[in-house]
């Protein structure tokens, strides 16, 4: 079935420094691809997403790059700040699923001061 | 910040209990979801709507049920509850055309 595996599970870098994290789909028909973050206690945030027509986004300190012959997508946040600790999900949608997203398993990430 | 709205925030109840958790958005949206999502793990489609009167089921099967009467409402309904059902429940809202997913702050329910 449809999968999307993210990477790390724990990400800790120190404030200014950059920080990476990866996920990989299943399927190759996938066609969009959102990034969420998650603070304590609250519901998940759209933070920038990207569709499989285009092979690199940024908004600010964010970034996404796509690389589909290897299905994998990357989320970079450069110059990281205090504000920036929180859980981060990747997803995808799938056709099989009717296009509803399917999530990876999170990432916390914590900005070391 | 998004407005769309859960009640109640956290629940405490005893097994065979039945539990309405309710969710509503002011902001029109068609489509309509429900996640399961256990502290810090990824989230689990359990229900969505496209609008009135459409109920879907997601990929993880779950014993709620849920309605959709009216746009703005989307509540889910546990007929008797179990201490598996223990987990946070989000909710969620978008465009009929959209991609963003706007979400609440869910409900932390605990079946003792």
């Known amino acids: 079935g449809e999968n999307v595996e993210q990477h790390p599970s724990t990400l800790s870098v120190q404030e200014g420094d950059s920080a990476v994290i990866k996920c990989t789909y299943s399927?190759?028909?996938?066609?969009?691809f959102p990034w969420y973050k998650q603070e304590l206690g609250k519901g998940p945030q759209l933070i920038i997403d990207?569709?499989?027509n285009v092979g690199e986004k940024k908004d600010q300190r964010i970034a996404v790059t796509l690389n589909k012959t290897a299905k994998h997508f990357s989320l970079h946040i450069t110059e990281t700040q205090p504000e920036d600790s929180a859980v981060y999900f990747c997803?995808?949608?799938?056709?099989?699923?009717?296009?509803?997203?399917?999530w990876g398993a999170g990432t916390k990430l914590i900005i070391k001061p | 910040e998004a407005d769309i709205y859960q009640t109640p925030r956290y629940l405490v109840i005893g097994t065979g209990k039945k539990i309405t958790l309710e969710c509503s958005q002011t902001m029109g949206h068609d489509k309509m979801y429900w996640y399961q999502q256990d502290p810090g793990m990824e989230l689990h489609l359990i229900h969505y709507?496209?609008?009135?009167?459409?109920?879907e089921k997601g990929d993880l099967s779950s014993e709620s049920t849920v309605s959709r009467i009216r746009t703005e409402h989307f509540p889910l309904t546990l007929e008797s509850a179990r201490p598996s059902h223990t987990s946070q429940y989000l909710c969620a809202s978008s465009f009929q055309g959209g991609d963003e997913q706007f979400f609440g702050p869910g409900t932390r329910l605990t079946v003792l």
């Open positions: 990207i569709r499989s």
């Open positions: 709507s496209y609008g009135v009167n459409s109920t």
């Open positions: 399927d190759s028909a996938s066609n969009y």
């Open positions: 997803a995808a949608s799938f056709m099989d699923s009717n296009y509803q997203l399917i």
